[in-house]
């Protein structure tokens, strides 16, 4: 059982360069969450998807955008990365968005910009 | 607006000892919480929660957690702790009053047990 699968695992960009970071589940869930995760300030939503076809902005969105291409996949896009989005980033699932089950956390993407 | 804090940065524990890994949060109405585990190069791994009723939640691994409402507390515990234990904890809070609130994650304690 896959769970929440993130590609790639790592990468390095130049400024300026784009990039799409891909996550999918197999776990039928309704609910996905995209995170960058920092030293010292835990994990910050950038963009999350209630469901399929439905996506809203978290705390952290600018510089990015999402597509929920089906109810299994979640992307993360980066048009013109910044030295400032080099991070790990983290996909996670939940069965709906307001139930009282845990989300289901990737393994991550290290993130370099240079 | 809803927050949790961690206020430990890190908590070094001899093996075999008790540890406890220090959470509390802030809600306007009933909270959700959970602890949640990270390993060096992994993504995060659900250990438990609190929904509602017993204030004293059992998890993975042997660990546990107390709900304490008066003083806004979930502290995660454990009676003897392990080395495999060593790895970064996350405490999270859902508020579940009026609609739709996000997970908000404490900024994490790197947990040391020392052999």
């Known amino acids: 059982n896959a769970g929440v699968t993130q590609t790639p695992k790592f990468q390095v960009l130049k400024t300026g360069q784009s990039m799409t970071l891909q996550c999918a589940q197999d776990m039928n869930h309704n609910s996905m969450y995209w995170y960058r995760q920092d030293p010292g300030m835990g994990l910050r939503l950038i963009y999350y998807?209630?469901?399929?076809?439905?996506?809203d902005k978290g705390e952290v969105p600018n510089g990015y955008n999402v597509s929920r291409l089906n109810k299994r996949e979640f992307s993360l896009r980066l048009e013109s990365a910044a030295p400032s989005q080099t991070s790990v980033y983290f996909c996670?699932?939940?069965?709906?968005?307001?139930?009282?089950?845990?989300?289901?956390f990737g393994d991550g993407t290290r993130l370099s910009i240079l | 607006a809803q927050s949790v804090a961690q206020p430990e940065d890190q908590v070094n524990v001899a093996e075999g000892n008790p540890l406890t890994v220090k959470c509390t949060y802030s809600?306007?109405?009933?909270?959700?919480l959970f602890w949640y585990v990270q390993y060096p190069n992994r993504g995060l791994q659900f250990l438990l929660k609190y929904i509602t009723g017993d204030n004293l939640v059992k998890g993975s691994y042997g660990f546990e957690a107390e709900f304490n409402k008066s003083q806004t507390s979930f502290h995660l515990k454990k009676p003897s702790a392990l080395v495999s234990d060593s790895a970064l904890y996350f405490c999270a809070v859902r508020d579940m009053s009026g609609g739709y609130q996000k997970v908000t994650f404490g900024t994490g304690t790197k947990l040391q047990v020392i052999p």
């Open positions: 809600v306007s109405g009933n909270p959700y």
């Open positions: 998807s209630a469901s399929e076809g439905t996506t």
């Open positions: 996670a699932s939940s069965l709906r968005q307001d139930s009282n089950q845990p989300q289901h």
